[in-house]
């Protein structure tokens, strides 16, 4: 679902990504670990096309990112759901309408829209506050909404960008239950997150990154030298 | 593509392998699609059907957004009016001058006056050799008394003229040219003046001329202010539209990073220009308007004094049409080039 090959991304001077080599199969759940720094959120980013590499080439769905035009960047978007740490919702507009903007997008309306954006706030619990401005949620259930909004055009991809990251440990633990139930039915997920301890807890591939490297991949052991290993 | 989403899902929960192929084949399509939109009819339909119900969605939303907010909206409508009121009331003005100056018109003619005494069978002959020039187009005869009958009609001086005893006016040959070369025609009318029975000989179309000229001269002066006035409102408008950008840009990067195409994003605020110019467009219509009768009392006074009467006459529906179209175009542009060139800047990060 996901490729890197020898990618390296360069800010100015400084080496983002160096050399960056990963595949993960499509329907694997995994986590991007690393300091603040390491490289996470440009690897996110360059997933979705929001930066492009400075060497080496992306893959997602079998698709080469350089080969993408400017023009076509929306066009994976619409493809690829993404979760930000700040929920990035449009605090003018309901529950409902930032749900439905994606689909919007895609040119879904009437009760087509209705019924999807329904069944996607239904994954996530919050049915029942379509009407309510997100400024009037609390935190956890914003990051939900942003979830709903990033499943509802069923991705099969979906990234996050520190979901848990303004979140209380039990909210956490309902998110990323969340994440995998969505991967159960088949969804691609790539997390970025520094929770090491909700990471354990997951027993799942775990990147580590360091300094745009590739530092760790695999499972956490569950001694906690491993997390160590895996912050770099 | 409202299509090969439905399909999605469908095989989403059959098995995850086959949800990733066909994504995969979503994506290519996609991609192959925007290139060659012949490519599966209902694909196209449905991207067809989307595509307008999202332009109707963004013109009643953008609509709306400036009526929630009356008297912002009013403002910018009332600078694009008084923009195009400006030129458009001197426009006609102008076209009502030069109405009026074809309805005094016998446009180009030389009068020649002759003496009051001169004989019938002189005034014929000089008429037949006048009319063999070769700069007149006909040469009429206009005796003493149909020439008192006329004035009296057309001058308002009547009742003096019967308190009169003897009738005032020569009998006058009327001599259009042919043309309107002032030197050749100086030079004919040398040449009548010298003729015996020949009192005088008046070119009266002289003025006409100068009128025409300053008529040419204003239709200039109004196409240059409609120019930079048009321009004015392309610069409001676009600065309008920036800010409007600029108050929303949260919104554009979440458009953008969710999957939005820049022509969606471009729309709404499209659709913004052209409703302020539409709004704009009226109401310089009704500027004109409430110009034209607040001027049509003095005008009509003016036209009593001089015995006659002036029709001040507006706008036609189709001009109106018109105006309000370039209302329109203008401020659209002003909106294009504000998305055009912010728009590309707004990226997410």
Known sequence: MIRFDRVSKRYGNQDALSELNFEMQTGEFAFLTGHSGAGKSTLLKLVMLIERPTRGQVFVNQLNLNRLSDRQIPSLRRNVGVVFQNHQLLNDRNVFDNVALPLQISGYQGKDMGRRVRAALDKVGLLDKEKQLPIALSGGEQQRVGIARAVVNKPALLLADEPTGNLDPELSAEVMNLFDQFNQVGVTVLIASHDIALIRTMNRRVLGLADGKLVHDGELPSRSTGSRNADG | ?349
């Open chain 2, 1 to 349: 593509m409202a299509e090969q989403n439905r399909r999605i899902p469908r095989a989403n929960r059959r098995s995850e392998s086959r949800s990733a192929k066909a994504s995969a084949r979503q994506v290519k399509r996609e991609k192959s699609n925007s290139r060659d939109s012949t490519s599966g009819f209902a694909v196209y339909n449905a991207k067809l059907a989307a595509y307008f119900q999202h332009h109707k969605a963004s013109a009643s939303k953008s609509l709306m957004q400036l009526v929630v907010a009356p008297w912002q909206s009013f403002l910018t409508c009332l600078v694009i009016a008084i923009a195009l009121a400006l030129p458009s009331l001197l426009y006609l003005f102008l076209d009502n001058v030069q109405s009026q100056t074809h309805q005094w018109d016998q446009p180009a003619q030389i009068s020649v006056y002759l003496h009051k005494d001169a004989k019938q069978t002189a005034i014929d002959q000089l008429q037949q050799r006048l009319s063999e020039n070769a700069v007149t187009d006909s040469v009429t005869f206009v005796s003493a008394e149909a020439g008192l009958s006329q004035f009296q009609s057309v001058s308002g001086f009547g009742d003096i003229l019967d308190s009169l005893e003897d009738n005032p006016i020569p009998p006058v040959l009327v001599i259009t040219p042919n043309q309107l070369e002032l030197a050749q025609l100086e030079a004919f009318t040398a040449q009548v003046r010298t003729n015996a029975i020949v009192e005088s000989v008046q070119m009266d179309f002289e003025w006409l001329a100068k009128l025409e000229q300053l008529i040419r001269l204003g239709g200039r002066i109004v196409a240059a202010l409609s120019l930079i006035f048009g321009l004015a409102v392309v610069l409001v408008i676009g600065n309008i539209i920036r800010l409007a950008i600029a108050s929303r840009i949260d919104e554009i990067v979440i458009t953008k990073l969710v999957g939005g195409t820049d022509a969606f994003v471009r729309r709404p605020f499209l659709y913004t220009g052209m409703w302020y110019g539409i709004g704009g467009g009226v109401l310089a219509l009704v500027i004109v308007v409430i110009a034209q009768w607040w001027l049509s009392e003095p005008i009509s006074k003016l036209a009593q004094l001089y015995q006659s009467q002036i029709d001040v006459s507006g706008f036609s529906f189709s001009q109106s049409l018109m105006i309000i179209a370039s209302a329109c175009i203008l401020s659209s542009m002003g909106a294009w080039l504000a998305v055009s060139r912010h728009l590309a800047e707004i990226k997410p990060e």
